[in-house]
């Protein structure tokens, strides 16, 4: 009887959770296909996960934008930059590269929120001009080529190349699970974390509730610009270099990943931990495409994209039949009164 | 931090206060484009060898040629209040199936209608989404933009084809008209008619900045604004197409991952320094194009004096933020 | 010692819009735990008066006084009234809708233990301030999937859970059934009891003779009268409301013409019905030529049978006639083919551009004709634009000025020619005088009279009385989404009007 009682909530969990059930279903298809090779822990699915992992820690920033309704496009660009200006500087010192690189994160984040927030302007076109200029400064940088890492820098190569608990988590992952941890905790136990989803659900009503909204859109593009530049540093050591043409087209990956793991385009509510199977899930596509080696890599984007047109279809559709539901809620009421 | 916020704030509201700003807001609003032009016109003239030549001149406008027909669309669409990003793509993608349907021993001209004929569709797929479904213009179209991206290098087979092989699609890219004067000038001419016509003059036009206005009052007052918003994605994948074909030919070779890459931004940083009011309602054609002028002078300019090409990324980028920062009024 | 007891005190206070002028020397006080009624018809000033006391409006510069708690505030903005202790429940809830019950009324000063929300102590707490209210909810769940009565209840917690001592209710029972608005109204008199008094405005009049303590009713943008409600019968409040030179208005009553209930009939709707129960079985004709009055309360249906006889609204049952013929309008653009018209009732977001010129506005129904080869002709355009604008005196700087930038009154003519220039067979007017001033009012309703003398049928939307009985040949009264009774002629009189809405209550 108990037994069963856990398994229907169980069920009931994974219905309301579709991204793990994503992931369940693409480890069967992948378990069923390519057996052993794809499920060997230590040389596909750590490494898929890592790969996640960083993918995932600007997804964080981009979640907490589509929570407040806006839109982030300029993470990647970002961390394209952070990459080359902590390469820069950390054959200098190690440690003006990482604070080199968190500042980039944060004047790009800053300049996104104040724009949007004080000249209400749809967040896409100013994140779009970022996106641009981020670009331009990582290419100016070196010319274009990508900075090597030297000697000295074993701090920065080490995140992104070790592993803690006997090679069990990665270090991007511990990261990527720690930061969605704290977030977790400040969207459910901070003012600032609940003022976040007043912000999205109704920006007036939030005001009228002495919401600092402007504030609020300010401290959010600002926190992904800085999520985005962790995510940058710890690709440099992946890369042992700074990368000016790195995370090219990301931007749809992540949005990918934040709408699968459960955040609805409107804004005003979702958890953060979504994210986590969100960017698990899209990444397991691309390595079931690697794995075959036959289909060319491309479909990779066009697989993305599409499961993602299908997420944003699933979700209008929900919208729609809610008020469905609701229109015919108030007929039967009325029919009752009467 | 929050003191920082303040400070500039303090700054921008004086600023916004000001009677100065009051009468330059507007000026810059309407002019923004013709001022930047003289600006950059005047600094190249003075700094950069060789550039006040009519070669110079063709060449900026041989240049900007296929940018003005995809910014022509993006006008459109975003003086109606939506936005597509996948223009970039649909030049590649439309690129890529002219020269396919070419190698298929397909006539040329056949090729490009067909071809325009798909990206038509492509366009007729953002419409109906963005207004039947509801799904938002810039998530839908930056999908469009990855996923065509993708298919044109699977298409291509991640190589760059050059174009030498098929005469008259190379021959287009070369042609002069008239003496000395390049085709492509005759195609901006064209861009620029069509444009004025379709924007300012046209029954569509009217009916695009009355969406922008105000979408229901154009509903209520008899506009069938579902079917409007799609031939507004539909001549902007049309003209994205156009736009394809003429790059291509241009450069003579068919870069899978490049043709077309950035065009949207472009053409949106010239949409805003023309003028066209970001969240719809006024369209501001000549703008565009005098804005698309000015995107092209600023890859030359920083070209011809040996300045990495990545700064015009950059100054491009604040032309985006500016034009929206001048674009806002004050409320109260 | 008498002060003591005054809460709000607002003496000679005056607002002036760009062209009209709102509020002229109004007096308006509340003592403390009153429930007072603030009444008066659309365009009384009521809405303006509660903007200037909960800081969204600033009064005029000089006028006037206003004290709150014995104080002299000015309030800049709604939180700084909220500060103060005045909070406002509005027709359209101010709530974050995915949040829960216990979250909205939290939200901002959720209680914290060790620096961190206390979620356990925020729901009990919140549990225990709806039992307060009388209502037993789960707090938990999230606004939106409540009804609007726990909806705004929540909202009154809030209020509570702020040091409210002065609620504002506006139109708060619109969307309340019976049953609902009596748990309301147990809220009150609940309040009261704690000293908190409340500003309740309505249309509905029994209601503020169940509730309200005293009455202060506005006319005009004047002060009329404040008494206690023991000694206002309803005719009295009802004369009040309508001014006191009711007569005269009856006077100027339309002359009727019965031989236009001799001619066809040129649209009829049939059993009309929503799903949502707006409209619960209206039938409606209207022959040609004639301005068919449709009166009620708000929330009685009049403005979705608009919507839905322009084909703006699809989801509805029932059968529709134009000249005798079933039609179905898919769109508005299909009715405006069959020469239809509709002036919404929020002009602002449903009837103008605001940024495009009188000339675009007044031509964007047939900038299609007046085109070749989708060109459109500037001349015809602008000899349209010069027609109308002489033709119905609009006050424009020129054609090419935006419309945004003219008053109310002529952005209504700029619609109402922009309908005229299509040569209509049937009007449908939504509130045509709303946010109008008196002046600019006389004029609308003598070019409505002049529309209605060139054959064009009207459907004449209103909640002003004596405006229906001004211009209508026949009135159909709406209660609850279906007609309750019809006026022809002379039978046409604002106390006729009233009672058969009040008969309809019953």
């Known amino acids: 009887m108990n037994n069963k009682l856990t398994m229907k909530s169980m069920l009931g969990f994974l219905q309301g959770n579709t991204a793990i059930l994503a992931v369940l279903a693409m480890m069967a298809l992948g378990t069923v296909t390519y057996g052993s090779t794809f499920l060997n822990y230590g040389k596909n699915i750590y490494n898929v996960i890592r790969m996640a992992s960083l993918i995932g820690i600007m997804g964080i920033g981009v979640n907490l934008c589509f929570f407040i309704g806006g839109r982030d496009l300029s993470v990647g660009a970002v961390a394209a930059l952070t990459s080359v200006v902590t390469a820069y500087l950390s054959n200098y010192n190690v440690i003006f590269g990482i604070i080199g690189g968190l500042g980039v994160g944060l004047v790009f984040g800053f300049i996104n929120g104040y724009v949007i927030s004080r000249f209400k302007v749809q967040p896409f076109i100013a994140t779009l001009g970022t996106q641009l200029a981020a670009r331009g400064f990582a290419l100016l940088i070196n010319n274009e080529y990508s900075i090597p890492l030297l000697e000295g820098t074993e701090f920065i190569k080490k995140i992104g190349n070790e592993s803690i608990l006997n090679g069990l988590v990665s270090i991007p992952t511990a990261v990527f699970i720690i930061l969605i941890a704290l977030f977790s905790f400040i969207l459910k136990y901070t003012h600032f974390g609940r003022s976040i989803y007043a912000v999205g659900g109704n920006e007036e009503a939030a005001e009228m509730m002495c919401v600092r909204v402007k504030a609020i859109k300010l401290a959010v593009f600002t926190i992904s610009g800085l999520l985005a530049a962790i995510s940058g540093i710890i690709l440099t050591g992946r890369l042992n270099a700074g990368q000016p043409t790195a995370c090219e087209g990301w931007e749809m990956t992540i949005m990918a990943a934040v709408v699968i793991g459960g955040t609805s385009v409107r804004g005003g509510s979702g958890k953060i931990w979504g994210i986590f199977f969100g960017v698990v899930f899209v990444q397991f596509i691309s390595n079931l495409i690697n794995l075959n080696g036959r289909i060319s890599a491309y479909w990779q984007d066009i697989l993305t994209g599409i499961i993602l047109l299908l997420a944003l279809f699933t979700q209008a559709y929900q919208t729609w039949r809610k008020e469905k539901v609701a229109e015919r809620r108030e007929l039967e009421k009325q029919l009752a009164n009467s | ?332 | 010692m008498e002060n003591n007891n005054i809460l709000l005190k607002m003496t000679n206070i005056s607002k002036t819009f760009p062209g009209v002028k709102a509020l002229s020397n109004v007096d308006f006080t509340v003592n403390r735990g009153e429930v007072m009624g603030l009444l008066g018809e659309n365009g009384a000033g009521k809405s303006t008066l509660i903007k200037i006391i909960t800081g969204y409006y600033r009064r005029d510069s000089g006028s006037g006084e206003y004290l709150f708690d014995g104080k002299p505030v000015n309030p800049t903005n709604t939180l700084a009234a909220q500060k103060l202790g005045i909070s406002t429940i509005f027709q359209e809830l101010n709530l974050s809708p995915l949040m829960s019950i216990a979250e909205n009324i939290y939200l901002g000063n959720q209680p914290l233990k060790n620096g961190i929300i206390n979620w356990k102590k925020m729901n009990e707490d919140a549990k225990k301030a709806m039992l307060d209210l009388g209502i037993d909810v789960d707090v938990s769940k999230p606004i939106n999937s409540v009804s609007t009565a726990i909806q705004q209840m929540t909202a009154i917690a809030r209020a509570i859970s702020t040091d409210a001592k002065l609620i504002i209710m506006d139109e708060a029972t619109s969307s309340l059934d019976n049953n609902e608005v009596n748990t309301l109204f147990d809220v009150i008199r609940k309040l009261k009891a704690k000293g908190i008094s409340v500003i309740f405005v309505t249309h509905k009049l029994d209601e503020v003779y169940r509730i309200c303590d005293r009455g202060t009713i506005l006319k005009d943008g004047k002060f009329v009268v404040c008494k206690p409600m023991s000694e206002l019968p309803k005719l009295d409040l009802i004369s009040y409301m309508l001014g006191r030179d009711a007569r005269e208005i009856v006077n100027k009553k339309k002359v009727y013409n019965k031989e236009i209930q001799e001619n066809e009939t040129y649209y009829e709707a049939r059993n009309i019905r929503k799903t949502n129960c707006r409209l619960n079985g209206i039938n409606i004709h209207i022959k040609k030529g004639e301005v068919v009055g449709l009166a009620g309360l708000l929330g009685s249906g009049r403005t979705e049978l608009a919507k839905v006889i322009f084909g703006d609204d699809q989801k509805y049952i029932g059968y529709t006639f134009l000249n005798g013929i079933a039609v179905k309008f898919r769109s508005p653009h299909d009715a405006v083919k069959n020469k239809l018209a509709f002036c919404s009732e929020d002009r602002k977001a449903e009837g103008i551009f605001p940024y495009m010129s009188v000339e675009d506005n007044i031509t964007m129904p047939q900038v299609g004709k007046l085109s070749k080869f989708g060109l459109i002709s500037r001349r015809k355009q602008k000899k349209i634009t010069e027609r109308y604008i002489s033709k119905l005196s609009i006050k424009t700087p020129s054609s090419k000025t935006q419309i945004r930038d003219l008053s109310g009154g002529n952005q209504q003519k700029v619609i109402f020619s922009r309908w005229l220039a299509m040569e209509p067979d049937m009007i449908i007017l939504d509130e045509p005088t709303r946010g109008i001033d008196v002046g600019a009012k006389g004029e609308i309703e003598n070019i409505i009279s002049s529309i209605a003398k060139q054959g064009i049928s009207i459907l004449y939307i209103s909640s002003e009385n004596d405006e229906l009985v001004r211009n209508c040949d026949r009135v159909v009264v709406l209660y609850e989404g279906k007609n309750v009774k019809e006026l022809v002629g002379e039978e046409i009189s604002s106390e006729s009007i009233m009672a058969a809405i009040a008969a309809g209550k019953s």
């Open chain 2, 1 to 332: 931090m929050d003191h920082i916020v303040k400070k500039i704030d303090d700054f921008y509201k004086r600023l916004e206060k000001s009677n100065k700003w009051k009468i330059i807001q507007p000026i810059l609003v309407d002019y923004g484009a013709t001022i930047a032009f003289i600006f950059l016109i005047s600094f190249n003239i003075l700094f950069t060898p060789n550039f006040f030549q009519i070669s110079t001149f063709l060449l900026i406008i041989k240049q900007t040629t296929s940018l003005i027909f995809v910014a022509v669309g993006m006008t459109i669409v975003i003086s109606m209040g939506g936005t597509d990003i996948s223009v970039g793509s649909i030049m590649a993608f439309s690129g890529i199936l002219i020269v396919q349907m070419l190698v298929m021993g397909m006539n040329f001209y056949v090729s490009i209608i067909l071809a325009f004929i798909i990206c038509a569709l492509v366009g007729t797929f953002n419409g109906v989404i963005i207004s039947k479904v509801g799904i938002q213009p810039i998530i839908l179209t930056l999908v469009m933009q990855i996923v065509l991206r993708g298919f044109t290098v699977m298409l291509a087979k991640s190589t760059v084809i050059p174009l030498h092989k098929y005469k008259l699609l190379y021959r287009l890219g070369i042609m002069r008209v008239a003496g000395d004067i390049p085709i492509q000038v005759f195609f901006f001419a064209f861009a620029v008619i069509i444009a004025f016509l379709l924007i300012k003059k046209s029954v569509f036009g009217k009916y695009i900045e009355a969406i922008g206005s105000s979408r229901k009052a154009a509903h209520l007052t008899g506009i069938r604004t579902d079917f409007i918003m799609i031939l507004a994605y539909i001549l902007s994948a049309l003209f994205a197409s156009f736009a394809g074909l003429l790059e291509m030919s241009r450069t003579a070779a068919l870069d899978p991952n490049l043709l077309g890459k950035n065009f949207e931004l472009d053409a949106i940083a010239s949409v805003a320094i023309g003028g066209t009011s970001m969240a719809g309602g006024k369209a501001h054609v000549l703008g565009t194009i005098m804005g698309c002028v000015i995107m092209t002078m600023i890859g030359t300019t920083v070209n011809m004096n040996n300045v990495p090409i990545a700064v015009s990324n950059i100054i491009k980028a604040g032309i985006i933020v500016f034009s929206l920062a001048i674009q806002h009024k004050s409320t109260d």
